[in-house]
């Protein structure tokens, strides 16, 4: 390591973002990974933490690395030609949060000028307890949730925004909002969400997520979803599949339908105007797309963030989305909403994925109201 250096605390969750494709909402609390590995779940984390180390890798920032053994670090860095120390040794296959607290403390000691983690709101809460404000913290997105404002868009941003901050480009630091959900209570359709506090994170509007907007169920915002699941339900095909993304505003269509089975935040599969699956897993969603050539995604994107796919529905993976067409993607939201969110955002985990659907999404905003809205 030369002396001008700059010095990244790096480390990666590799069990985050499991639970997302597998309708798991999630991989805190005991029993949740074996589960998901049960319904067939992969690892996210570590490939999308080596894209953002190689986007580091690639720009002409000196920097060094320490971060932890295996699976939480090592092995993702040694895909990269950056240089790196172990500082913290963890068990491999039986990582914990408290590794994560381990692994913060010997950064610290280090006198790291940026800590650099691959997780979700979990991951991101576990970092802010030990760091405080001592040091910039930024998240590679690989969770379910991410409610929290400390997320680059992508993990290739996340790679590029590092570079920014350690060159010292003109690249401002924010407090930042990290919140966690309780995941029991989601899992039951319940968003409780907590506000853990605020850490210093680069911002740039374009790059970095908003913390989540809380919902808002005053009377205009009802009116205005029940209009759109007016309109969305009129122009329903007998015999077209419809799958039906998390939301609120999603919710109201399948209220329209009088489907109270449906799921606040999951995934559900409507035909012929009743409920074929409810909180389904890619592979249940791939399972239905066989059988029905013609199918619909109706999405809503989150408030603020403006995420369609990437973040609480990745079980509307890239796989489905291009089984269904992107021709045949339905985007709706509230003038509220869309007031609070000026632009539209993707994170499929495909690049190629994320270019198509670049451009403008023509969003549905009421009865036979529709607006064009950019999406990065």
Partial sequence: MSE???KIGFLVNPVAGMGGKVGLKGTDGAGIVEKAKKRGAEPVAPER???ALKKLEGSDASTFIYTCSDEMGQSEVEETGLDYEVVCDVKSGETTPEDTKRALESFLEKGIDIVLFAGGDGTATDILEVLDQEAPMLGIPTGVKMHSAVFANTPEIGGRLVARYLRGDDLPLREAEVVDVDEDAFRQNELDTDLKGYGKSPYDPRWVQAAKSPTVTSGSEVEDQGEIAEWIVERMD???LYILGPGTTTRAVAEQLDIPQSTLLGVDLIKDGELVASDVTEGEILEMLEENTE?????SPIGQQGFVF?????????KVIREVGTDNIRIIATPNKLAQTPQLKVDTGDPDLNEELRGY??????YDIKRPIPVA
Avoid: C, H, T, Y
């Fill in 4 to 6: 001008k250096s700059k």
């Fill in 361 to 366: 999404g023509r969003v549905i905003l009421g």
């Fill in 295 to 299: 199918a619909e995604i109706i999405v």
């Fill in 238 to 240: 007998k015999d077209r």
């Fill in 49 to 51: 933490a080596i894209k």
């Fill in 310 to 318: 990437g973040r609480g529905n990745q079980q509307i993976s890239p």
